[in-house]
């Protein structure tokens, strides 16, 4: 049986997802150490963030060419609306934040880089654009949950044992193999120019997975509007 294409790009996509492990915003959220403030940006510019990526999923179903991946697109939209969303205006709560002043939040020059490249890449291409495009923030959220979750005490006494719970979680599992699934399904007839043309999205996007977990860390904000 031939190689399948995550198992290649998982080859590619290992050493900077393990750098994820490293990075002291990461490690903080499964050590329970990190700090609040530094917590409130992720919530904040990843709010945001999910409103422009749910829109992939709807432009994922308006190109998909048979009804397997326009369901599996619908599924994945509801996961960023409902479950993941839930989670974010959940923790803003403990925090006093309401849902409104989340969706409010002015999106830092990382944010906005980082959804205007997936949704250029989306809208020029395919529905294989798409996929790849979504593919990187999936899974390596969930590979991140789960990794978090074999630490000792990272679902017990820890603030942020639901946003491991959440990412770990069997859902979470099946959205992320949902997505694989359909990457393998869709690689399966493209040429090998093609190949490398979708690995370098994937890539890409987990660079910049890795650019937003460094933006929430320092906090790094240059506001466009005056306050
Ligand atoms: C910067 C950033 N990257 C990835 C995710 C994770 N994520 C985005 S959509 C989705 C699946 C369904 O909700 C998952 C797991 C995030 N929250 N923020």
């Not at 944010?111 to 809208?123: C, D, E």
């Not at 923030?137 to 942020?160: Q, R, T, V």
């Not at 990457?183 to 399966?188: D, G, H, P, S």
Request: net charge negative; charged share 25%; aromatic share 14%.
């Amino acid at each position: 049986m031939s190689e399948l294409f995550t198992d290649r790009l998982w080859k590619r996509v290992e050493p900077i997802w393990h750098a994820y492990l490293e990075h002291p915003f990461v490690k903080g959220l499964g050590e329970g150490t990190l700090d609040q403030e530094k917590f409130k940006h992720w919530l904040k510019q990843d709010y945001v963030y999910l409103i422009d990526y749910s829109r992939l999923f709807a432009l994922g179903s308006a190109k998909a060419e048979d009804l397997e991946t326009m369901t599996v697109f619908a599924k994945l939209l509801h996961g960023v609306l409902d479950l993941e969303m839930d989670l974010h205006r959940k923790y803003a709560a403990e925090f006093g934040i309401s849902a409104e002043e989340l969706e409010k939040t002015e999106p830092s020059a990382i944010t906005v880089a980082y959804t205007s490249y997936m949704l250029n890449v989306s809208q020029r291409g395919g529905v294989e654009n798409v996929i790849a495009s979504v593919l990187a923030c999936e899974w390596s959220y969930h590979f991140i949950g789960k990794s978090l979750a074999s630490w000792p005490g990272a679902l017990d006494d820890n603030f942020y044992s639901s946003w491991v719970k959440l990412y770990s979680s069997n859902e979470f599992a099946e959205l992320a193999a949902h997505c694989k699934r359909l990457m393998n399904k869709i690689a399966e007839d493209k040429p090998e120019q093609e190949l490398k043309r979708l690995e370098e999205i994937v890539i890409r996007t987990s660079q910049f997975e890795y650019m937003f977990w460094d933006m929430v860390e320092s906090r790094a904000e240059w506001p466009v509007n005056q306050k």
